[in-house]
């Protein structure tokens, strides 16, 4: 469009899809025979289950920093429960972790930080982010290497590159998380009120965009900007 562009919707991420994705990043962090190797497709993990558990922007994802996790009595005050429970010996008590994390700078809170939300223990090992993060911060440690977390363009094209090789491709992209995941929260008996308040949503006209299961195919919500 000259002068400007056209933006549509995602294509939304199915929870299937969702989990043969993470299905196959596991194979690869099994099959990488390198330290290196292993911690990049770890990262991407931690992309895939960060984005669909919090149904947060790709771009507030890729800005993640150990700094945003604080205290679950005092959100004012960082984590201190470092180091995470390790990933090869989880316990029943490890199971009931829950994360506090609270971003700063996203999209909705651009000069302070954005509302607190908590990712649990997942009870399905392969689909929970605090034993990745668990097992992602210690094999930097291994290699005194600091946490790293990928922007959404990095990790985008990396995503792309995971679809493609697992045969999952189908025009998805990483804003295909936060649809999927809010369509599927929806699916699971979620309120209008609690899809806002996952996704930090404040307009009902952009969770009604989020929630129309069709408007990638048919160019409904398409917003243009000249």
């Known amino acids: 469009m000259e002068g400007g562009y056209v933006e549509t919707p995602a294509v939304p991420l199915p929870e299937a899809k969702y989990r043969r994705l993470v299905t196959h990043l596991w194979r690869g962090v099994g099959a990488a025979s390198d330290r290196v190797g292993r911690l990049l497709l770890l990262r991407d993990l931690l992309g895939c289950i960060y984005m669909w558990e919090s149904s947060l922007r790709a771009n507030d994802c890729g800005r993640l920093q150990l700094l945003d996790l604080v205290d679950p009595a005092c959100h004012d005050q960082p984590y201190a429960g470092w180091p995470l429970p390790s990933a090869g010996s989880w316990s029943e008590e490890d199971s009931r972790l829950v994360l506090y994390i609270r971003p700063h700078g996203t999209k909705s809170r651009r000069t302070r930080r954005a509302d607190v939300f908590t990712i649990a223990s997942h009870a399905e090992a392969p689909y929970c982010f605090v034993r990745a993060l668990s097992l992602y911060l210690a094999l930097c440690a291994a290699g005194g290497d600091g946490f790293a977390v990928a922007n959404s363009n990095a990790l985008g094209n990396r995503l792309h590159g995971h679809l493609v090789a697992a045969g999952l491709y189908e025009g998805e992209a990483c ?36 929630l129309d299961r069709t408007g990638h195919q048919t160019g409904r919500n398409t917003r243009r900007r000249t």
């Open 175 to 210: 804003h295909s998380f936060r649809r999927g995941s809010l369509q599927d929260a929806e699916d699971k008996g979620a309120t209008r009120e609690q899809l806002k308040a996952k996704g930090q949503i404040a307009s009902e006209s952009v969770i009604d965009r989020y």
